[in-house]
């Protein structure tokens, strides 16, 4: 597993997406019970054997709650697995990689994978995140807006807004740099009038060097990942929001620039996708558009 992490370093991945794929480790367990072996021996398991790892993921294997995971976490999982194999034949530690034909799960809607906020819940938050009534730590409610803003404006992800330093925001310019994205892209997000009040008002009390990061933990150090989900999941629960995290608010900006007729191509550099394909699931129908389908199927006037 060492040489697997300092592989994935070579390649330029993150720590976040180097912690993501030491996943593997579920595989080798799980093959190694299988096939009743004393350790997990990478030069035996076949193709099969990823085929059947990927029905046990589907049918068997359950979430933090108890659920069957959803198709995109079971999808993570298998590039895990590509990912791993693709390490083990460049470095020479396999004769061949059997991970070559598997294929991720099929996605039919986005309802299993993507939520992003309806019209209502958005409401409900902007009037919370503006509202500083109750608020026991003025600095904390104008970080925390920030950072609601920051997300629902500008669409980062999670590890974005936790390598931001302020050098990245570019008041006079309206502009905000990603410098490390996915894949290890830069990218440009125009700031607009909402967001550009929300990090004028933060970064005014904030007052650091420009090389600080923009947002910093209660410490005063830089989040960790867990700790800007929970900073928001936070935010969730005292609004009453079920499944209220960083990536739902980075899905309603996708959204929202969809419903409002931007193309694609636009869509995809603004939120730093490779794929056109994962802008895409973002023209799809949310839950009370398909619902309300449903229900116009009255047999009332059949009677």
Known sequence: MDKFINWLREEGRSSGTIKTYLQVEQFQKWWVEEKAADSFDPEEVTALDLQDYKQ???QHARNKRGGRLAAATVNKLL???RTYF???TETGAISHNPALKIKSQKIQNRHSSVRWLEDKEKIRLLRKINNPEGAKNTWHYIRNKAM?????????R?????DLIILDVDLAKRRLTVHDGKGGKERDIPINDDLFQAL???????KQSPGEIVFPSQKKGK????GIEHVVGKIGEQLGLEDFTPHVLRHTFCHDLIIKGYPLQVVAELAGHEDLNTTRIYTMPGEKETKKAVNSLSLGDSF
């Open 223 to 226: 989040f960790t990942l867990q």
């Open 158 to 162: 999670v590890s974005e807004l936790a």
């Open 200 to 206: 004028s008002e933060w970064l005014d009390i904030r």
């Open 148 to 156: 609601v803003y920051t997300f629902l404006m500008g669409g980062l």
């Open 79 to 81: 590039q895990v697995i």
């Open 86 to 88: 693709k390490f083990l």
């Open 56 to 58: 046990y993921l589907i």
